[in-house]
């Protein structure tokens, strides 16, 4: 039996997470969930699940909740109760997909606290890669990838030897705007934009991938998770979501992991690995499918991804300073103050305000990141 402690229990990866965990009962045990304001779903899942701890980031959620609720689950609230989720004794894995920078410290507690990580919140690594995984490596625990590109690239690695590897080949819907020029994007709505063709995602990735920053975070993820130059990493738009990423091997082979576009399917794999489990969900029928296409992302058009790759080889303190921006930007958008393509003039007028420092601390990018978004908020009030 695995033992869990979910953060960002009420989203997107965390209800899919509670999926998996419902297909094996005797296997997984919960032990703490985490969310930031839902209390009614929380609620719901506490009294479904039984966890030791749930905890609100949100403290007047938290309150309403605690107000109300006479179980045995201790209630908790704020930054010290995600540590407190991230590093309850009875966790062995901590499941983090809470929503970007607020879940690095989390996590760093967690490694530190010696769980191993089943990681959905990108941003972790995005942000801080080398001390992640650093580590990870000093206090013996695994990271296992679920977003579903590096979870693929995972399990075309078993049995090869990183060496053989000539390119990692990760795979992108190319969002709802596929096949747009910048002139049809001036004036597209929220609504467009969280209309993913393949995925059911939370917005904020949602927007990610329709600007293809989120295909950008992806590249420094695996740069991280696999040690693998930005070189050997390639982006190729696949629209129909079937294959989920590709290894290039140095003797010509590819290979390819295939599955319907569902993360419960991620999330299981790195939640029983190295064992595989049965599930009831979709399986591919490749008698319906048709055709599967790939093409070359139009990054003239959708720069977020040349972007990431430039910060991401710049390096430092810039990923971080590009994360914050986007962040605040995402946020922006889906408030209806700025249209989609201000994103990418938002994070490209963040890194060019912004020096770079090298080999960052913590504490450097706690201050980078608020520089990041005050910044972002700086234009705003100026627009
Ligand atoms: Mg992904």
Redesign the pocket.
């Known amino acids: 039996m695995k033992t869990l402690s979910i953060l960002g229990s009420t989203g997107s990866i965390g209800t899919q997470t509670l999926d998996v965990v419902r297909e094996h009962p005797a296997m997984f045990n919960i032990v703490a969930l985490a969310a930031n304001t839902n209390d009614n779903k929380l609620e719901e899942q506490i009294n479904e699940f039984h966890p030791e701890l749930a905890v609100l980031y949100d403290e007047a959620s938290a309150k309403r909740l605690a107000a109300r609720y006479h179980g045995k689950t201790k209630i908790m609230c704020g930054h010290d109760g995600l540590i407190a989720a991230a590093t309850i004794d009875a966790a062995d894995t901590v499941v983090t997909s809470l929503m970007g920078f607020v879940g690095l410290a989390p996590t760093l507690a967690a490694l530190d606290a010696k769980k191993n990580i089943a990681l959905a919140n990108k941003e972790t690594l995005v942000v801080a890669g080398e001390i992640v995984m650093r580590k990870a490596k000093e206090n013996h625990v695994s990271i296992l990838p679920v ?3 590096h979870c693929a690239i995972f399990q075309c690695l078993q049995g090869e030897k990183r060496e053989w590897v000539e390119h990692l080949i990760l795979t992108a819907s190319g969002g709802p705007f596929r096949g747009k020029k910048t002139d049809e994007l001036k004036n597209v709505s929220i609504k467009d934009c969280l209309n993913h063709p393949t995925w059911s995602m939370g917005k904020k990735i949602t927007v990610d991938s329709a600007t293809l920053v ?1 295909k950008g975070l ?1 590249v420094i993820e695996a740069h991280f998770l696999y040690d693998m130059p930005y070189e050997k990493i390639k982006v190729v738009v696949h629209p129909q979501s079937i294959v989920h990423s590709m290894i290039q091997f140095y003797d010509g082979a590819v290979m390819a992991q295939l599955g319907v576009p569902d993360m419960r399917l991620p999330i299981q794999y790195a939640l029983t690995y190295p064992e595989r489990m049965p599930s009831s969900f979709d399986r591919v029928d490749f008698y319906t499918l048709g055709s599967m296409t790939f093409e070359k992302p139009d990054t003239e058009t959708f720069r977020g991804l040349k972007i990431a790759y430039d910060a991401a080889k710049a390096g430092g303190t810039m990923p971080c300073v590009m994360n914050g921006a986007n962040e605040a930007a995402v946020g922006a958008f889906l408030d209806g103050k700025i249209g989609f393509l201000d994103i990418y003039e938002i994070i490209e007028r963040a890194l060019d305000a912004r020096e770079n420092k090298l080999n960052p601390t913590f504490e450097t990018l706690v201050e980078e990141d608020k520089w990041a978004r005050g910044y972002v908020h700086e234009i705003l009030r100026m627009k």
């Open positions: 977003d579903s590109e989120n992806e």
